[in-house]
């Protein structure tokens, strides 16, 4: 399955964030608060974090946003498209192939 970044996504957090080239954004899993997914009792967390460890990362204007390995199970069954919708980024689940207007593209990490 795939992780996307749209650029007008990435640009949003780019600027709400004050993110600089070379920073990194860790999406994660939460148990408790957060941004809601497809799986019961899980949320999504975002942070600024330079771990170079990434399962899938996208990169948009020289900064990463990315995945832990231990993170990648979310996109096992599903997609993650992080988008902008009314000038709000969403976190969207979808499954496999279903068409979605999104920019950016997942890179796996190879080991």
């Given at each position: 399955?795939?992780?996307?970044?749209?650029?007008?996504a990435g640009r949003?957090?780019?600027?709400?964030?004050?993110?600089?080239?070379?920073?990194?954004?860790?999406?994660?899993?939460?148990?408790?608060?957060?941004?809601?997914?497809?799986?019961?009792?899980?949320?999504?967390?975002?942070?600024?974090?330079?771990?170079?460890?990434?399962?899938v990362e996208v990169?948009?204007?020289?900064?990463?946003?990315?995945?832990?390995?231990?993170?990648?199970?979310?996109?096992?069954?599903?997609?993650?498209?992080?988008?902008?919708?009314?000038?709000?980024?969403?976190?969207?689940?979808?499954?496999?192939?279903?068409?979605?207007?999104?920019?950016?593209?997942?890179?796996?990490?190879?080991?």
């Amino acid at each position: 399955m795939e992780f996307k970044v749209s650029e007008e996504a990435g640009r949003k957090l780019i600027e709400e964030m004050r993110l600089e080239k070379g920073d990194r954004i860790k999406i994660f899993t939460k148990i408790y608060g957060g941004i809601p997914t497809v799986f019961p009792s899980y949320y999504l967390g975002i942070m600024l974090d330079n771990d170079e460890t990434a399962g899938v990362e996208v990169t948009i204007d020289g900064v990463s946003f990315y995945l832990m390995p231990s993170d990648t199970w979310l996109i096992d069954d599903y997609d993650l498209h992080v988008v902008l919708v009314d000038d709000e980024v969403e976190y969207r689940f979808t499954q496999p192939g279903e068409t979605d207007a999104v920019s950016g593209a997942s890179k796996k990490k190879e080991d």
